[in-house]
């Protein structure tokens, strides 16, 4: 029998047998077959890998798609293979692979959607188109929420209908109504109200506009309550300080002051204490002096001051400092900025304008005024003046919330004040006491020789002139008598009972000329103006002037002798 040999590419012979050619291609064939045969043989059945790709979106539609203005439309998606998803325009996100949203466009637009996964993303778009509703241009909103000063904004829409969009939005700038809270801004074509950092505090009520496309406006009132966050007052100025020294009688023995120069004067003592600070009692305005902790690395900006005295000509200043009474005022417009320290690398600053302006960038004001050190008790120079007419800081001795409230809460408060609560008189007397630095007064005074007192000068509580035509010194401090009656208002009014216990136990100080019995404060949504008016039953006549020149140390130093 023959034999016969076979290889890959022979060919069959009957004389010659096979004919053999190699090729390496086929050979190549008879490995695979061979590793094929091999692992059918072993039961292998594992798949080829699997190769990752970009998601894939299977929908993504607006329903309905055509809107009247001022209604919604519900944006839908359906993914696969994304981690994550977004929409825009807004700054929606999802980790779903389906969802839902609802959007309230003021003009038609286009959606999109973008899928994205660790190898790329994929986009969609929905339209939703905006008709004209048919009635009358209006703003919709009549709400937005509230805030906290220092803390990013949560955010707030102005929707409008009616007309015929699209629409512009914007805000009444005048001096009849607020501006937006600082450090928060309108986008003019999406209605968002946001803030990445509010600095402003209280409650204002600007005024919002919305234009349509034929130019017709329509406008709407919208209340924004913001918090202040003044917790870092109480650390300005050592304890030490005689800003944070207790005046009471009965655990200083601090005498009354006796001096012609020291009582208010009477025609001012019927006058009642006023607060003038709140949540909307200056509707539609903040109530109040506001004040801003920044940090330590706050950019400085020029300063330029166009009146009066100039301690720094630039400071840590940001764009987003409240300013008492807005931008939109034509008053005081005090910026009051605490600097905050840096361990023992840097100190804490206390920065104060009068009349400060923002000019998109720098600052310009009428006066300014630097505690570049609020660590130790030094005061100003004597007659340099500072931003008030006392010549004294304004941040420490405003009344605020947070000390007030303390760890309870705005209905149940459980804090206590520790200093003297600037206020003001209709006129001052032209001179100054400890820990005054300065005065613009009215009225003289004469020494036991019978010459006139140089006016615009410090005088002493411990040897005081013999005669005055006018009486209120800058800088004296004021406490509630003994004899008086805590009002009986004080037992339902939380707040007030105990910024009356500071009156008893701290006092008030004489800071600058206003209406007599003005009580100065911050602005703050959490004050309740109706427990506040219980400060009202106390009259100026319920308090005295208190003799405090046995702690004075030195003129030019806020530190006590115990």
Not at 249 to 262: F, K
Request: proline share 9%.
């Amino acid at each position: 029998m023959e034999s016969y040999s076979y290889e890959c590419g022979g060919a069959w012979s009957p004389n010659r047998g096979w004919r053999h050619r190699r090729y390496n291609a086929c050979a190549l064939a008879l490995v695979l077959l061979s590793i094929s045969i091999e692992l059918t043989s072993c039961g292998s059945t594992a798949p080829p890998p699997a190769i990752a790709s970009a998601p894939t979106i299977a929908s993504f539609t607006a329903d309905p798609a055509s809107i009247a203005s001022g209604s919604s439309s519900t944006l839908s998606w359906m993914t696969r293979g994304a981690t994550t998803i977004a929409i825009t325009p807004g700054t929606f996100t999802s980790a779903s692979a389906a969802g839902t949203t609802s959007v309230s466009p003021t003009a038609t637009t286009t959606y999109t959607l973008t899928a994205t996964n660790t190898v790329g993303s994929t986009t969609a778009t929905a339209m939703v188109t905006v008709s004209a509703s048919g009635g009358a241009l209006a703003i919709t909103t009549t709400a937005c929420p509230g805030g906290t000063q220092g803390a990013a904004y949560a955010g707030c829409t102005i929707v409008a209908s009616g007309g015929s969009p699209p629409y512009t939005f914007s805000v009444t700038e005048n001096s009849n109504v607020p501006p937006l809270p600082e450090g928060m801004s309108l986008d003019a074509t999406t209605g968002v109200v946001s803030s990445a950092l509010i600095g402003g505090q209280g409650t204002y009520t600007p005024e919002f506009v919305v234009t349509d496309s034929t130019s017709a406006t329509a406008t709407q009132s919208i209340g924004f309550a913001i918090n202040g966050n003044n917790a870092f007052l109480a650390s300005v100025f050592p304890s030490t300080s005689i800003f944070h020294h207790r005046v009471d009688a009965a655990t200083t023995n601090l005498p009354v002051d006796t001096s012609p120069a020291a009582p208010m004067y009477s025609g001012y003592l019927p006058e009642t204490v006023k607060p003038f600070f709140g949540n909307n009692s200056g509707a539609p305005f903040p109530n109040g002096i506001p004040a801003i902790e920044v940090p330590y690395n706050q950019p400085d900006v020029s300063v330029t001051t166009t009146v009066y005295q100039s301690y720094f000509t630039s400071g840590p200043i940001p764009p987003y400092a409240p300013v008492e009474g807005t931008s939109n005022s034509t008053g005081d417009r005090h910026v009051l900025v605490y600097l905050e320290p840096n361990g023992s690398s840097s100190v804490p600053a206390l920065y104060e304008m009068w009349q400060g302006i923002y000019e998109s960038g720098p600052w310009t004001d009428s006066s300014n005024a630097l505690w570049p050190n609020v660590s130790t008790n030094d005061l100003t120079p004597q007659g340099m003046g500072t931003t008030d007419a006392a010549g004294l800081p304004v941040a420490p001795l405003l009344v605020n919330a947070d000390e007030v409230i303390g760890t309870g809460t705005p209905t149940s408060p459980n804090g206590t004040i520790q200093h003297p609560i600037r206020f003001t008189l209709n006129h001052m007397l032209n001179y100054w006491v400890w820990p005054a630095t300065q005065t613009a007064g009215v009225g003289s005074c004469t020494d036991a020789g019978g010459d006139t007192i140089p006016v615009e000068s410090e005088i002493s509580q411990s040897s005081p002139p013999a005669s005055c035509t006018m009486s209120g010194a800058a800088g004296e401090i004021y406490r509630l008598k003994d004899s008086v009656a805590t009002p009986a208002c004080a037992a339902t009014s939380p707040q007030a009972a105990i910024i009356i216990t500071a009156f008893r136990n701290y006092g008030i100080i004489l800071a600058d000329n206003g209406d007599s019995g003005g009580l100065i404060g911050t602005p703050d949504a959490r004050w309740n103006d109706n427990d506040l008016s219980c400060l009202t039953s106390l009259i100026l006549d319920d308090f005295e002037p208190v003799n405090v020149s046995s702690l004075m140390v030195s003129n030019t130093s806020g530190a006590t002798s115990q």
